[in-house]
């Protein structure tokens, strides 16, 4: 069985950072893209980031400039470094994984549980 799980986030003010991790584990042989996925209250789930297992990286527009998705392929783990935070980046950010090559020679796609940032003074 394949996961991943998050951490990383919490309460920070206005124009504040956070640095969230995301961390693959189990039985597989790699990962094609891990992405960075929010949800904010009353609102649909947004892509946030998504990096290839290349490197290539693709931001939402709302974000670009003060987030950086990064990944370290050694230790299954992605990052979103969130700087010059604000209330709209309220929301639940939820890590991804796509077409992760198991062991099995299947390919699953796997939803992390999320974890909370909350923008506020």
């Known amino acids: 069985q394949v996961r991943v799980v998050e951490s990383g986030g919490g309460l920070v003010q206005p124009g504040g950072s956070l640095r969230l991790s995301c961390a693959a584990s189990?039985?597989?042989?790699?990962?094609?893209?891990m992405a960075w996925y929010r949800q904010a209250p009353g609102k649909e789930r947004e892509l946030v980031a998504r990096i290839t297992s290349g490197g290539s990286t693709d931001y939402a527009n709302s974000v670009k400039g003060r987030f950086t998705i990064s990944r370290d392929n050694d230790k299954n783990t992605v990052y979103l470094q969130m700087n010059s935070l604000k209330a709209d980046d309220t929301a639940v950010y939820y890590c991804?994984?796509?077409?992760?090559?198991?062991?099995?020679?299947?390919?699953?796609?796997?939803w992390g549980q999320g974890t909370l940032v909350t923008v506020s003074s």
């Open positions: 189990g039985s597989f042989f790699s990962i094609d893209a």
């Open positions: 991804y994984a796509h077409r992760i090559l198991t062991i099995t020679r299947t390919y699953v796609e796997v």
